[in-house]
């Protein structure tokens, strides 16, 4: 019997995928261009379960049932390109290429309009979760034409993660826009855990808290309004020992941290779209500065200015709940945004996005899964118009109450000389936002001086410019 759809590309979550479709009792063949990896993944992975591996290209392509389906789970970049102009020949009008990994949303416009042009049907398609949520149920982000979503939604209803509130899974927009809230998804991924990770570095070093201290107040802010499942993991982590000498497994993992891209798209496109988003770019370049290890050993060594001698703007004993406070204000300034920039792409691009949708779909399955979506479900399905999520009444009051902390410790991290660049841009944004007025008066007073660049005036409308006294005379 024919394959009701194929996937190609048989790394880890390629693999995950297959056997979460076969699972779920769908009829799939693979494809991997290594073929021995196939093979490895059919023998090893694969018995009992339905699914065929095509050991060409034209083999695959004929276990496809008619119009085909079929699944890319291949690099990102290049290899794409690759694999459809390899794909394209052999496959007729009607048939539908979902490309499922991490590719950058213009990408994805650029090979849905070519491949528009020859009557193939074509998806970008965001899937997060990791291994494991490739293979027990994902969060899935279709981007593309409505009819193609109609052929797929029953498989991708299926195999994505499931709340209360349903699969996690809906048809986010046109073109590029599953791939586009993919990336903002990623972006939001690396704010919060450079939170999270300052957090931990404020109540270790401030805080003087040992590992299972660590653990404690993070489990405990699981069982609030901080649950997520990035908190939980957090929780977990400080409890792991290396096996080989004993020690945590913090002490002994090397603090250099990778970015791959998707965090760094985020900003730059958000930095294109002119719609801030500091607490994302902190972390990417907070991840940037942790890569430069052997420089920040040699600064340690060379800048000692010495720290203040009573630094502590929280008792003590109120650290971990202040802690707690002020990452949860911080989360929701990040995730403000977040969804700001969502909305700014909605309108740049025509994506046309529901954010009560995509809160929804983030709630299972991904790694930014937490309590938090609710609130921003609810803010924007009451106000749909809601400009900035820190304007919608709950969240006002939300923020109001734990404004103290945050800023206490904020305070309490550049005493003791922790730096925290995501909850201090965090902040920083906050308080932007909330005030009428911002020195970008001089700024534009500065500009029209040194270039006659002209500014705009609070008392009357027009475009003015004035004759600076250039010598200060
Ligand atoms: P491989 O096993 O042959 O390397 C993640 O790298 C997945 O993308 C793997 O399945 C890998 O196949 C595949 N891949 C990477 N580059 C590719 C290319 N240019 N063409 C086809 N598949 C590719």
Not at 88 to 114: M, Q, V, W
Not at 116 to 141: D, H, K, T
Not at 382 to 411: F, G, I, M, T
Request: glycine share 10%; proline share 5%; charged share 20%.
């Amino acid at each position: 019997m024919a394959s009701e759809l194929g996937l190609i590309g048989l790394a880890v979550m390629g693999q995950n995928l297959v056997l979460n479709l076969a699972g779920r009792g769908f009829r799939v063949a693979v494809y991997n261009r290594t073929l021995e990896t196939g093979r490895r993944f059919l023998k090893e992975r694969t018995p009992g379960l339905p699914i065929v591996l095509g050991q060409t290209l034209e083999d695959f392509v004929r276990l496809l049932a008619k119009p085909r389906t079929v699944l890319l789970m291949v690099k990102a970049g290049a290899a794409v390109d690759e694999m459809i102009a390899r794909l394209t020949p052999l496959l007729s009008a009607g048939d539908l290429i979902l490309d499922c990994g991490n590719s950058y949303f213009s990408d994805t416009e650029r090979r849905a309009k070519e491949l528009a042009a020859r009557n193939l049907q074509f998806m970008g398609v965001g899937v997060s979760g990791g291994e494991e949520g490739a293979l027990l149920g994902p969060s899935i982000m279709p981007g593309g034409p409505a009819e193609a979503y109609a052929r797929v939604r029953r498989i991708f209803e299926a195999i994505a993660a499931r709340t209360e509130d349903g699969p996690c899974v809906t048809l986010v927009g046109p073109r590029g826009a599953g791939h586009y809230v993919k990336m903002v998804h990623n972006g939001l991924e690396y704010g919060d855990m450079q939170l999270i990770a300052e957090s931990y570095q404020i109540l270790e070093q401030a805080g003087g808290l040992p590992a299972p201290a660590l653990a404690q107040a993070f489990a405990e802010f699981n069982r609030g309004e901080l649950a997520s499942y990035l908190i939980e993991i957090t929780a977990r982590i400080f409890q792991e020992c290396d096996p080989d000498t004993g020690k945590p497994m913090l002490e002994v993992i090397l603090d250099r941290a990778g970015q791959k891209g998707t965090g760094r798209w985020t900003s730059e496109n958000a930095l294109e779209l002119g719609e801030p988003t500091p607490t994302i770019t902190a972390a990417v370049e907070a991840r940037n500065l942790s890569a430069k290890k052997e420089l920040r050993v040699q600064a340690e060594e060379v800048i000692k200015t010495s720290r203040l001698k009573s630094p502590w703007a929280i008792p003590p004993e109120n650290l971990v709940p202040a802690v707690g406070d002020a990452l949860f204000a911080a989360r929701l300034a990040l995730y403000a945004q977040g969804m700001a920039l969502l909305q700014a792409a909605s309108k740049e691009y025509g994506y046309d996005l529901r954010l009560p949708d995509l809160a929804r779909i983030w709630k299972g399955g991904c790694i930014i899964r937490s309590a938090l979506l609710d609130v921003i479900r609810a803010a924007f399905t009451e106000q749909p118009d809601l400009p900035n999520l820190l304007l919608h009444p709950n969240v006002v009051s939300a923020l109001a109450q734990r404004y103290a902390s945050w800023v206490s410790v904020c305070q309490t991290a550049i005493a003791f000389a922790i730096p925290c660049p995501a909850l201090l841009s965090a902040l920083a944004y906050f308080e932007g936002l909330r005030r009428g007025r911002l020195p970008a008066n001089l700024i534009q007073a500065q500009r029209d001086l040194f270039g006659a660049h002209t500014f705009e005036r609070v008392d009357r409308e027009g475009v003015f410019h004035h004759s600076w006294d250039k010598k200060g005379n």
